[in-house]
């Protein structure tokens, strides 16, 4: 049986991406599922915890322009998390390494339109999970220009 | 054995991680979980679900009754009827300590972390020879040195990584709570974030060194895997279950660093003292008795 040279790392990140494009898609889901079906009843409900309430209030004000922005950029960050995995496995140059570098870009720009276009209220409420999402872009960037940057060159 | 190559080993292998499928698996768990388990105590406070006292006196029970269960003063059950009823008074303090004279948040992410950290090693540090050793790649790093220093020098490299791993996770959370959280002075935040992040890297090497000791051992890396996991997180399970049949079965607890590693938080520092010494003294033993183990086997 032949032996792949392809390091055990890029395997590892190609699952890594694999799973998080599916979630990556699942978040834009739950995005619009909360803007435009959780939302509007929340207001006034008193079953809700105020904090929860408040955050929900909040997001029903945004306009639908900033949802469309936001869900286009995780919708886009699930496609190259897809194709990355592609590119990790067979070791290619462009939807590994290029791929790569547009997902950390646009994932960054996700972070930076979600601080600054969505209300205080819902930031709070994400909380510290906002360092995981910058977390791994900047993780898999690090890596493919580094670590893997003679791997993935077919 | 020289110094010098064991260093070259160690600084070869840090690279030679990232490249590493488990390498990765480890910062990914580590950083992504780290940072998931203390979610939902900043959120409470964060999004004003709960006010911040009333977290504070929740956590209070909590944690008195976790320091008391890994203290071995009691079975859970009766620790839970204990704290609800305010009767453990030494834990009681020790919490009181945590949570009132230093930055309460952040000391419960430190108890959550010092549960969880043993585990994130299992999880990255089992692959350290064992790889090596089921592909045979071992035998060519052996013409260059020698087996003890190989062993260290592995050891050495992986306590590096994780050292640095786990003191990235802590600085993020210390810098995203004096960032966001109006709670709390930078001077104290700082002070007792930086106390945090080197008890953690003390209390991670005894099982970054008994990862070692697994790895050098069993010629499979899901072998070393699975024996890794189970002994650190087997141990204060079987420990806290058997002393419900005959109390002193809980001294298993001490076969690793689980039965005293909460004591580098605790208020006197003489008890501070005595767990970093028992750390280096637990790490000492796991590397003697793997380099011996390791020495003697056939390759």
């Known amino acids: ?154 | 054995m020289q110094s010098r190559r064991i260093r070259l080993v160690s600084l070869y292998s840090i690279p030679a991680i990232l490249r590493n499928g488990s390498g990765i698996t480890y910062v990914f768990i580590t950083f992504v979980l780290g940072i998931t388990i203390t979610e939902p105590l900043l959120v409470f406070y964060e999004s004003g679900i709960l006010p911040i006292d009333e977290v504070l006196s929740k956590l209070e029970i909590a944690i008195s009754v976790l320091l008391a269960a890994v203290s071995l003063e009691g079975t859970f059950p009766d620790l839970v009827d204990l704290g609800g009823k305010g009767e453990l008074t030494g834990a009681a303090e020790w919490a009181t300590y945590l949570l009132h004279q230093r930055p309460a948040l952040l000391s419960a992410v430190f108890v959550l972390e010092m549960l969880c950290i043993p585990l994130f090693v299992a999880t990255g540090a089992f692959n350290q020879l064992s790889g090596d050793l089921q592909f045979g790649a071992i035998r060519y790093q052996l013409l260059r040195v020698s087996r003890t220093e190989l062993f260290l020098g592995r050891f050495f490299g992986m306590a590096a990584f994780s050292i640095l791993l786990i003191s990235t996770l802590l600085l993020a959370v210390v810098l995203y709570m004096g960032l966001r959280l109006d709670l709390y002075e930078w001077g104290e935040l700082l002070a007792w974030g930086s106390r945090g992040i080197l008890l953690f890297a003390v209390m991670s090497i005894p099982y970054v060194a008994l990862c070692t000791m697994i790895s050098a051992n069993v010629r499979s890396p899901f072998g070393s895997l699975i024996l890794t996991s189970a002994v650190i997180s087997g141990v204060p399970l079987v420990s806290l279950s058997a002393m419900t049949a005959w109390a002193p079965l809980g001294k298993i607890l001490y076969l690793l660093p689980w039965g005293f590693q909460h004591r580098l938080f605790h208020p006197d520092p003489q008890q501070a003292l005595l767990a970093v010494a028992g750390c280096f003294a637990y790490t000492a033993i796991y590397l003697v008795l793997g380099c011996l183990l390791f020495r003697r086997r056939d390759l």
């Open chain 1, 1 to 154: 049986m032949a032996t792949s040279d392809r390091p055990s790392g890029l395997t590892a990140l190609a699952v890594i991406n694999f799973i998080l494009s599916f979630m990556q898609l699942l978040s834009m889901g739950s995005l619009l599922l909360a803007r435009y079906v959780r939302a509007p009843h929340a207001v006034g409900n008193s079953h809700i915890p105020e904090g929860q309430a408040a955050q929900l209030a909040a997001l029903a004000e945004v306009p639908t322009l900033t949802i469309v922005i936001l869900c286009s950029l995780l919708g886009i960050s699930g496609v190259l998390l897809f194709v990355t995995a592609f590119g990790f496995l067979h070791r290619k140059r462009r939807f590994g390494k290029h791929a790569t570098t547009l997902y950390v870009i646009n994932d960054l720009t996700y972070v930076a339109c979600l601080i600054a276009m969505m209300p205080e209220a819902h930031i709070r409420g994400l909380g510290i999970s906002l360092i995981r999402t910058v977390f791994y872009p900047i993780f898999v960037g690090t890596l493919v220009h580094t670590v893997f940057r003679r791997d993935l060159v077919r």
